[in-house]
């Protein structure tokens, strides 16, 4: 017994040690719950599969793919979306992890109310977490249980157009007593160019916010005026929203949406990534 109860302690031991030795290997994003993601839209001029190769040359792991892409080479004139074949969607997987990426969404989905059933059966097939979309208003009670049904949550993002979510109020006033599934997906660029400060703006949905498709813009009354920029060079205040999601202790993805230089953006995506990351070493 003596025995025994010696070899349990030594055991328990060394799987703790291991505990700890594993979480000592973390950064501290991924202790806080922090991971940057791309969104496909970044190279919307590729395919699915150039998109998947440049997203694994970034040295991310994570991708959120939009509806409509190209699939490219070997898929033939396929498109990305719900009509793919589940044949078609385990050969995406593989291909997916061949480049040690996993697809943690997709969208921005703005669909018929009787394509939501569709777009959540999908989502559940590709072992996605979250959609983002746009829902029209009076669809809210069917995407809701939708969401409760495949256990998929929605992240509703912020066109900048005054018929969509473009301020917090107006989706809080749609989603507020509603499951926690349904929450927020921030675009910060697209909340300055609707004249609103990302900052408060984000304070007013502490709670909801499930992921962001984070940028940062250059100043009105540039040649490029409001156009993506390198993270940390435009008018956002990256690190104070940074230190914002820090104070809500936000555990979700930095969707990277580079909108600028569409041909060959990845030098700007490296830079603003290697700006995020000495960021977060400050304020960790």
Not at 174 to 199: E, Q, T
Not at 200 to 224: N, T, V, Y
Not at 238 to 262: D, S
Request: proline share 3%; net charge negative; charged share 25%.
């Amino acid at each position: 017994m003596k025995t025994t109860k010696m070899v349990f302690i030594a055991v328990s031991c060394l799987l703790l040690n291991a505990g700890c030795a594993q979480d000592s290997t973390k950064t501290k994003t991924e202790k806080q719950g922090w991971h940057l993601s791309m969104q496909s839209y970044t190279f919307h001029l590729f395919t699915v599969a150039e998109s998947l190769d440049k997203t694994e040359e970034l040295g991310l792991r994570f991708i959120e793919i939009y509806p409509g892409q190209k699939m490219g080479e070997g898929f033939g004139d396929l498109v990305f979306g719900y009509d793919l074949s589940m044949r078609d969607q385990e050969r995406l997987r593989v291909l997916a992890a061949s480049n040690r990426v996993k697809i943690i969404s997709s969208g921005v989905w703005t669909a018929q109310r009787e394509e939501w059933e569709h777009v959540f059966s999908f989502a559940k097939d590709m072992g996605m977490e979250f959609i983002s979309a746009e829902p029209a208003r009076e669809d809210w009670d069917v995407v809701e249980e939708l969401a409760k049904k495949h256990n998929i949550k929605v992240a509703v993002h912020n066109h900048p157009s005054e018929n969509s979510y473009w301020k917090p109020e107006i989706l809080l006033g749609s989603i507020g007593g509603r499951d926690d599934l349904l929450g927020a997906c921030v675009d910060v660029g697209h909340y300055k160019r609707m004249g609103l400060d990302p900052i408060p703006s984000m304070q007013q949905l502490d709670g909801k916010i499930i992921a962001l498709h984070f940028k940062d813009i250059a100043p009105q009354g540039e040649a490029q005026s409001l156009e993506d920029v390198v993270w940390g060079q435009g008018i956002l205040n990256v690190k104070g929203m940074m230190e914002e999601l820090k104070g809500q202790n936000f555990k979700g993805y930095f969707t990277i949406e580079y909108e600028a230089n569409w041909e060959n953006n990845l030098p700007q995506i490296k830079q603003s990534i290697d700006y995020f990351n000495q960021v977060a070493e400050e304020i960790l």
